[in-house]
C-alpha cells in the first residue's frame, strides 16, 4: 500500500511536468491549413476576391499564352502538363506529386496530407496553424511574425520579391535541358501587378525590378558558377566644367579705406547641399527590418549522380543574404512558461500530499 502510494504520486508529479513543459514550449514548426481557412474572414473579402476573380484576368490580359493557367490558384494544374513527369525524371525525382519535391513546393500549397490547392495565402505568408486565430486581432501582426510563423511581407519588399524569383527563376541546371522554361527573363517589374492588386502597401514597378534583378542574377549564377559576370552599370556623365572666375578689381591706391563688401547669399540649392539628409545617412526604408525572414532560400536540387554531388559548392551570393527569424523576447517565453510551472508545482504538491498521507496510514 505505501510503495504504490508513492509511485502513484511519483507518477502524477512527472506527468504535471512533462505536460507543462511540452506545452510550454510548441513545436518549431507549423503545419499549413489550406485557403479556405484564411479567406473565412470576415476581413479577408478583397483578399477573396482577389484570389478567386481578380487575378486570373488581369494574368491574362498581360499573358494571353497564359488560358486557363492564368493565377496562382491554377498553378496545380500545370503539373497536369505532358512534359511535367519528363521535368521531374530529369532531377531524378519518381513522383511528381512527391510532398516534399521541388514540383510540389513551387506549385502547390500541401495541408491534410496532400497537395490539395495550388499557390495560395500560405504559400507566401507561411503556415497558418500557429497565426490564423491570433492575427484576426488588430495590432498582432508584430507577434504572428515572432512567436507564430507568419512570414513578414507588409512593407518588405526584399523578401516577397525574393519569394516570387525563388519560384520563377530555376535553379536547377537539368530542368533546363528538359524544356523547362528557365525564367532567366523573369520581369518581376510587370509581372508583380497583377498580385499587387491585393497589397496593402503599392510599389512602384522600377522599384520592384531594381531589387529584383540582384537576387535573379544571383539564382543564375549559383545554377551556373562559371557563367560571364553581368556587364558593369555605364559610367556616370562628366561633371560639368567649373564657371570661370570673375575678373578681380583694380587695387585700391594706398591709404584708401575699401568699402565693406556685402556678403553673398547663398540660393536655395546651396542651402539643401549643405543641410546633411537624414535618409541618406540611414538604411533605405525598403530594407526589411530586423527579424524578418526575407531570404527564403529555394530547395536544393535534388542530386544527379554521387560524382555531381562531389562538386565544390559555389560561393554564396551576397544580394542573396539572408536574415535571421526574429526570437520572442526572453520576457515573453518566461511569462508563457510560469503557467506551467504553477502546474509543475501542484502536480509535486499533491504528490507530497498523497506520500505523506500514505504513510501515516501505514503506521
Known amino acids: ?12 508529479a512527472a506527468a504535471m511536468v512533462l505536460f507543462g513543459a511540452r506545452s510550454a514550449f510548441p513545436q518549431a514548426r507549423f503545419q499549413a491549413v489550406g485557403p479556405n481557412e484564411c479567406l473565412n474572414c470576415h476581413d479577408h473579402d478583397d483578399e477573396r476576391q482577389w484570389y ?7 494574368v491574362q490580359r498581360l499573358y494571353p499564352d497564359k488560358k486557363d493557367n492564368a493565377g496562382h490558384i491554377n498553378s496545380l494544374k500545370q503539373l497536369e502538363a505532358p512534359k511535367s513527369k519528363d521535368f521531374a525524371a530529369a532531377i531524378g ?30 504559400s507566401c505568408h507561411g503556415p497558418a496553424s500557429g497565426y490564423l486565430k491570433p492575427h484576426q486581432v488588430k495590432g498582432t501582426y508584430e507577434e504572428s511574425v515572432a512567436q507564430f510563423g507568419m512570414t ?27 524544356g523547362h522554361p528557365s525564367g532567366d527573363d523573369f520581369d518581376l517589374g510587370k509581372r508583380f501587378l497583377p498580385v499587387s492588386i491585393h497589397f496593402k502597401k503599392k510599389y512602384d514597378a522600377a522599384q520592384v525590378a531594381g531589387i529584383a534583378g540582384p537576387e535573379l542574377a544571383g539564382i543564375i549564377r549559383r545554377r551556373r558558377p562559371n557563367a560571364a559576370a553581368p556587364p558593369p552599370e555605364p559610367p556616370a556623365p562628366p561633371a560639368a566644367p567649373a564657371a570661370p572666375e570673375p575678373p578681380r578689381p583694380a587695387a585700391e591706391p594706398p591709404g584708401a579705406t575699401p568699402p565693406a563688401a556685402a556678403s553673398p547669399q547663398p540660393d536655395a540649392s546651396q542651402i539643401a547641399r549643405s543641410v546633411p539628409n537624414p535618409r541618406a545617412a540611414s538604411p533605405s526604408r525598403d530594407v526589411p527590418p530586423p527579424g524578418s525572414p526575407t531570404s527564403i532560400d529555394p530547395p536544393a536540387p535534388l542530386p544527379a549522380a554521387a560524382a555531381a554531388a562531389s562538386a565544390a559548392a559555389p560561393a554564396r551570393v551576397p544580394e542573396a543574404a539572408s536574415v535571421p527569424i526574429a526570437q520572442p523576447p526572453a520576457t515573453d517565453r518566461l511569462t508563457a512558461l510560469l503557467p506551467w510551472l504553477a502546474i509543475a508545482v501542484a502536480g509535486l504538491a499533491v504528490g507530497l500530499g498523497l506520500f505523506f498521507y500514505a504513510r501515516s496510514r501505514s503506521r
Open 1 to 12: 500500500m505505501h510503495l504504490a502510494s508513492v509511485r502513484l504520486a511519483c507518477v502524477a
Open 152 to 178: 513578414r511581407l507588409v512593407g518588405n519588399i526584399q523578401g516577397w520579391t525574393q519569394q516570387c524569383t525563388n519560384c520563377h527563376v530555376m535553379n536547377d541546371d537539368r530542368l533546363i535541358k528538359a
Open 52 to 58: 478567386e476573380k481578380k487575378e486570373i484576368p488581369e
Open 93 to 122: 525525382l519518381a513522383d511528381k506529386y512527391d510532398l516534399k519535391g521541388p514540383c510540389v513546393q513551387c506549385h502547390a500549397t500541401v495541408f491534410a496530407g496532400d497537395a490539395n490547392a495550388g499557390v495560395s495565402c500560405e
